[in-house]
């Protein structure tokens, strides 16, 4: 089958690769019908998660048809259509039966699991296309891919809703829903959002269906604040300048802040200036901590007391500056973590079928596979407007 798979730093291409086949008994091998690149994915394009093999197969927002199954699976049928999460849980351990299945012990089973162990002190559960850190699983952007504990990740897509209208329950939907759920909003708060990428916009649009009073959205580029506009439905200061954004949060809210702050940047978030960007990335490379996290210090420093910090964006080992006296002294609550997938992926089904909210909308680029090497190019320099790729194998 072809695959897009990982050769080193910026470095990608479709390449000819074995097809997958039924490991376990409760495995499915799906053919893939629609792929997409994440945010995440670039923290592997530019080889800041230190455990991708070359060759490893990327991706893992992923969907399309149960082609063959295992003995042991009861829930799926060869010919069901299916959107995938993109992370593996067991369903039966410790973590999973308390619904946290993102933290699920028993599918991160690769001896590089040590390394996330030694850096977080735990390891999460697998992950689809995410390097040896987190399973070591092939990842979706693929013709095929096999989805261990089928009975317990994959749902069933109902009749006659295409697959750009239910792709994203893949993850960035219900990743920006646990944002806002993360967030404590109450009936008429104010939630401030820095990011207006995909999962920022997916937070925006949860943290109205949640009960919002009013959304802002931080960010500058272009295409992502007319977004935040349109799909997000938010007011915008368009500035990552952290004297503007905190002052003008403030004229906005009568001097008291945001209810609740989320950061849906993380790891990519560097400073404004040249020589915030130049030491960042240089302290990226060597993987060692992130010497400025702006974000993590603007939505503690911009936040009403007694409120409120949502963490989603993805960060890698360790930050440094991160301002846990202003944490503590203004009373705020922290909550973060990867999605725990499975809590969320049948009711917020409900709600594309309902209509509630149309996920295709931030679609900006629909591209075949074989153009996955340009479109992550594309993706990272932020060229042609490009907010979200939407790929078909």
């Not at 973590?95 to 299945?101: G, I, L």
């Not at 749902?155 to 809703?161: E, N, Q, R, S, T």
């Not at 993805?314 to 973060?336: A, D, E, H, R, S």
Request: aromatic share 6%; glycine share 10%; hydrophobic share 40%.
């Amino acid at each position: 089958m072809r695959a897009l798979c990982w050769h080193g730093k910026e470095k990608v291409s479709i390449d000819s690769v074995p097809d997958p086949k039924i490991e376990h008994p409760g495995d499915v091998i799906l053919r893939i019908t629609a792929t997409a690149i994440c945010g995440s994915d670039l923290h592997l394009y530019n080889a800041l998660v230190p455990t991708l093999d070359d060759g490893d197969i990327l991706g893992h927002e992923f969907m399309g048809e149960v082609v063959e199954k295992g003995s042991a699976v009861t829930r799926l049928q060869v010919g069901d259509r299916v959107v995938n999460p993109f992370t593996i849980s067991c369903g039966q351990c410790f973590f999973c039966k308390r619904e946290q299945y993102s933290c699920c012990d028993t599918t991160n089973n690769d001896p590089k699991r040590a390394l996330a162990e030694k850096m977080m002190g735990h390891a999460t559960a697998g992950m689809y296309g995410y390097g040896h850190m987190t399973g070591g699983y092939p990842g979706g952007q693929a013709e095929y891919v096999r989805v261990p504990h089928a009975d317990i990740g994959p749902i069933k897509v109902p009749a006659g809703l295409p697959d750009d209208k239910v792709l994203f329950l893949s993850d960035i939907f219900p990743t920006g829903w646990m944002a806002a759920e993360n967030a404590n909003i109450q009936p008429g708060d104010t939630v401030a959002v820095w990011g207006a990428g995909p999962v920022g916009l997916f937070t925006m649009r949860s943290a109205w269906m949640q009960g919002a009073g009013r959304v802002i959205a931080i960010d500058a580029v272009p295409e992502r604040v007319e977004l935040a506009r349109s799909f997000g439905r938010a007011d915008v200061i368009a500035s990552f300048d952290p004297t503007e954004v905190y002052d003008t949060l403030q004229q906005m809210t009568g001097g008291r802040g945001p209810d609740s702050c989320i950061d849906a940047v993380g790891a990519e978030a560097h400073g404004h200036g040249v020589i915030d960007n130049v030491i960042d990335h240089t302290k990226d490379l060597a993987h060692l901590p992130m010497p400025r996290p702006h974000v993590l210090q603007q939505i503690a420093k911009c936040c009403r007391k007694g409120g409120s910090l949502s963490i989603p964006g993805v960060y890698l080992g360790f930050v440094n500056m991160f301002p846990i006296g202003t944490v503590m002294n203004k009373g705020l609550t922290l909550k973060t973590g990867q999605t725990h997938m499975q809590r969320y992926l049948m009711p917020l089904l409900d709600h594309v079928v309902r209509g509630d909210i149309d996920l295709s909308e931030i679609i900006t680029h629909r591209l075949p596979l074989s153009d996955a090497p340009e479109a992550y190019k594309m993706f990272q320099e932020k060229r042609d407007g490009c907010v979200k790729v939407f790929m078909t194998p």
